[in-house]
């Protein structure tokens, strides 16, 4: 099993940022692409970034230019850095891995407990 464990989320003023981070551990045999998505009170969950292992990224237009998604891939992490937050940014924020464990036969999506981003004055 594949175990994602997130950090850095909190309350930040408008225009204000903050950095999350999700390390995954376990069993890992190899993990694709990682992603971060984000649910708001009363909404679905929708993708915020996700870079894959190559290096290659993809954004929700309302997060352009001003959140950056970045992996190290010797830690098995991957950060989500936050700049010129908005209220409308406020959501809880999951991790997302597409990995394989060592005797699966194909890869699966694990995902992180969430953490809240809060983005008020």
């Known amino acids: 099993q594949v175990q994602l464990v997130e950090s850095g989320g909190g309350l930040v003023q408008p225009g204000g940022s903050l950095r999350l981070s999700c390390a995954a551990s376990?069993?890992?045999?190899?993990?694709?692409?990682m992603g971060w998505y984000r649910q708001a009170q009363g909404k679905e969950r929708e993708l915020v970034a996700g870079?894959?292992?190559?290096?290659?990224?993809n954004y929700a237009d309302s997060v352009k230019g001003r959140f950056i998604i970045s992996r190290d891939n010797a830690k098995n992490t991957v950060y989500l850095q936050m700049n010129s937050l908005k209220p409308e940014d406020t959501a809880v924020y999951y991790c997302?891995?597409?990995?394989?464990?060592?005797?699966?036969?194909?890869?699966?999506?694990?995902w992180g407990q969430g953490t809240q981003v809060t983005v008020s004055s």
């Open positions: 376990g069993r890992i045999f190899a993990i694709n692409a």
């Open positions: 997302n891995a597409h990995a394989r464990s060592p005797y699966a036969r194909s890869y699966s999506d694990y």
């Open positions: 870079i894959t292992s190559d290096g290659s990224t």
